[in-house]
């Protein structure tokens, strides 16, 4: 497969005469530009937008059982990664992590991830 411009075949050329070659035309650059990635252009006209977070709960209660079930699943999370595995937004996550550490039942680690404790 012949490149649409071959730098090192015009080095050569022009090695031995001292002379510079002659760029290349216009026309002759733009006959054989190089081909896109058709499966990375696929992909991207194939994507999707991100299904938007999900409304807060209109029951703490479960937003704390489901972290805490996260959390024993998962082990340490970072309040983003609990988002992120939910399907919630930031807002909720933080707020159930909130009321989690307050009552004891999640702490942090020296990494900035909630832990379950017992």
């Known amino acids: 497969m012949a490149m649409w411009f071959d730098a090192k075949a015009a080095l ?4 031995g005469s001292g002379a510079r070659p002659d760029p290349p035309s216009p026309g002759a650059i733009r006959a054989n530009p190089p081909a896109a990635d058709p499966p990375r252009l696929a992909r991207i006209a194939r994507s999707e937008p991100a299904a ?4 807060p709960s209109a029951n703490p209660q479960e937003d704390a059982a489901a972290l805490a079930d ?5 082990g340490p999370m970072t309040q983003g990664a609990v988002a992120l595995a939910l399907g919630w937004g930031a807002t ?4 159930t992590e909130a009321r989690l550490r307050a009552t004891g039942k999640v702490r942090m680690d020296a990494w900035g991830r909630a832990v379950i404790e017992g």
């Open 70 to 74: 996260a959390l024993r699943l998962h």
């Open 52 to 55: 938007p977070p999900s409304a």
């Open 92 to 95: 909720r996550a933080w707020r």
């Open 12 to 15: 050569a050329a022009s090695e």
